[in-house]
């Protein structure tokens, strides 16, 4: 997520600094919300997530256990309901490309059979251009 993040305004930090809480950023008319993967830093997580407008949720196809854990996500986001005024709230879930594996890829083609409805976005965040970070967000 911090990486997807640092891309979107252009800055390069291959440094993993692990986020605690939540970091809010702003970008044109978003704010993107930042929060902490790690269940002992998201404990107020529930709480960031009123008033949102969509959800992204991200795995890697080099990490088995980040695409299993996208069903977490997925139930911690229903913990408030995907519905902002009777309307149903976007959930895109962004997976980096970057050094697939073969458990993985096959890990996420089952997920993409369990949740049909949701949005995939498959790139490789390292390489992909600012303008196709953007588009995620429309």
Not at 14 to 28: C, I, K, P, S
Not at 96 to 103: A, G, K, L, R, V
Request: aromatic share 14%; proline share 3%; charged share 20%.
């Amino acid at each position: 997520k911090t990486h997807f993040v640092n891309r979107l305004f252009g800055r390069v930090d291959t440094r993993y600094v692990q986020t605690l809480g939540v970091e809010v950023h702003a970008y044109e008319h978003y704010y993107l919300w930042d929060t902490a993967g790690d269940k002992n830093f998201g404990g107020l997580r529930d709480g960031y997530y009123v008033h949102r407008d969509s959800f992204l949720a991200f795995c890697s196809l080099s990490s088995l256990k980040s695409i299993e854990k996208l069903p977490f996500w997925i139930a911690s986001c229903g913990n408030v309901k995907f519905s902002k005024n009777g309307e149903v709230v976007p959930f895109k879930i962004v997976v980096n490309t970057q050094n697939p594996t073969e458990e993985a890829t096959q890990a996420l083609q089952q997920f993409k059979n369990r949740y049909p409805t949701f949005t995939f976005v498959e790139m490789d965040i390292d390489r992909c251009s600012r303008d196709s970070i953007v588009n995620v967000l429309a």
